[in-house]
């Protein structure tokens, strides 16, 4: 804020020093300098002062008075000082007093209405771009947050895409060992009902072949047993045997 | 059923010992017992009881008339007439079995492919007290089905030493 005063008030000051002029130095114009001059002018040799003494060197010079023509000469440069300007760099001390007034009541103004406006119009910039960056920060975290939160979300769909693959791979392996293993069951059963039929014929084929021959066997036996029984002697035969046996603890 | 025929069977021994022929009635039951065994027809008749118990009364008394004791034939035609005709078979075993008992001995059903001669009566009678250690009254059934030898049934035990027996044994090894 300090910053900010000093640099109006060298403005002010650059504004009146510039401002300066000849005329503006002294507090009078030009044509009143000049008035000034040709009133209180007085010339050595020439009776009286002012006009009349103006008047008085200007016949004088007419009439070719050598140093006539020289005071006129030095009164000339008098009236052309009237248009030579003043000091740039020091004013009156009047426009000192008076710009100083000046630039104290216009900076009481200023502290007074319009520097809390301005500074309140610069609080509120302030403020705003304040509110503008926090909002910008927080709308920052926030999309922070969600990107976060969608990179977890992501994660987590990847991870579950990961775990689902994984679990159809097993199951996949799961049910592909299973196949295997009751295809290879199968086989094996097959095979071995297979043997088992095998062994079941050959068995059959063997005891049908055995069957047969006892039957053949134990048909002519009884054929030939069938003669032999018709005979009397051979039923007594076996009938003592039986006794024997019987009496001999066999039966 | 089998307490049936013993309850019939115990009827009849105590009529047979009041009459004093237990040793025949049980005797002749046991050979009307084999004549059903040996024919479907009759066994049927007696056990049709379509056929009226008067009926079948009079078929048996004309097949055990002056054959049998009028004690067994006046039992067996009370068992016909009973409808009981069916379980004649095992009530004479078990009045042969009575009557056993009544003497001390035991009974075995003897079955022979021919009639045996008295002599083998007699030495298989005593091979059969002796394997069995007590008396044994043998009832010989002629059964041309076992071929040849003899099957003793003694009780529960059976002594096969029939041809059939043996043939089926041999069946059985081949």
């Known amino acids: 804020m300090s910053k900010r005063l000093w640099a109006a008030a060298a403005v002010v000051v650059a504004a009146v020093a510039l401002s300066a002029s000849a005329a503006g130095a002294v507090g009078e114009t030009v044509g009143s300098c000049i008035f000034d001059e040709l009133g209180e002018a007085q010339f050595e040799g020439i009776e009286g002062d002012g006009f009349t003494a103006v008047k008085e060197l200007k016949t004088q010079y007419k009439a070719g008075d050598k140093h006539a023509k020289e005071l006129k000469e030095d009164f000339e440069k008098d009236l052309e000082g009237c248009l030579e300007a003043p000091n740039p760099i020091i004013p009156e001390v009047t426009e000192i007093i008076w710009g100083g007034a000046a630039f104290v009541v216009l900076l009481a103004l200023m502290k007074w209405k319009l520097f809390p406006v301005v500074k309140n119009l610069m609080e509120q910039r302030t403020q705003r771009i304040q509110d503008s960056l926090d909002d910008a920060d927080r709308e920052r975290a926030e999309a922070a947050e969600v990107r976060a939160r969608y990179e977890a979300e992501l994660a987590d769909a990847k991870a579950e895409a990961a775990r689902l693959v994984d679990e159809a791979r097993d199951q996949a392996a799961s049910v592909r060992a299973d196949l295997q293993s009751r295809a290879e069951a199968d086989i094996a059963d097959m095979r071995e009902r297979a043997a088992a039929d095998v062994e079941a014929s050959k068995r059959q084929a063997i005891a049908d072949l055995q069957s047969e021959v006892s039957d053949i066997a134990l048909g002519a036996a009884e054929a030939v047993l069938g003669r032999s029984l018709e005979d009397p002697e051979m039923q007594r035969q076996l009938v003592d045997d039986y006794i024997a046996s019987v009496s001999a603890g066999q039966d | ?174």
């Open chain 2, 1 to 174: 059923m089998a307490e049936r025929s013993a309850s019939y069977a115990d009827a009849v021994a105590a009529v047979a010992r009041a009459e004093g022929n237990l040793d025949v009635v049980s005797d002749e039951l046991f050979r009307v017992a084999r004549a059903l065994e040996g024919s479907d027809e009759l066994r049927m008749t007696l056990s049709d009881r379509q056929v009226p118990a008067a009926r079948r009364q009079q078929i048996v008394e004309d097949l055990l008339g002056g054959q049998a004791l009028e004690t067994t034939t006046a039992v067996v035609s009370m068992i016909v007439a009973a409808g009981r005709s069916s379980d004649l078979i095992g009530i004479a075993r078990e009045a042969v079995e009575i009557n056993a008992r009544d003497r001390g001995r035991s009974v075995a059903e003897v079955r022979t492919a021919v009639a045996l001669t008295d002599d083998q009566s007699g030495r298989l009678s005593a091979a059969l007290s002796a394997a069995t250690g007590h008396q044994v009254d043998i009832k010989v059934i002629v059964d041309p089905s076992i071929m040849g030898g003899v099957v003793a049934t003694i009780g529960d035990e059976v002594i096969d030493g029939s041809v059939r027996h043996r043939l089926s044994q041999l069946r059985d090894t081949f």
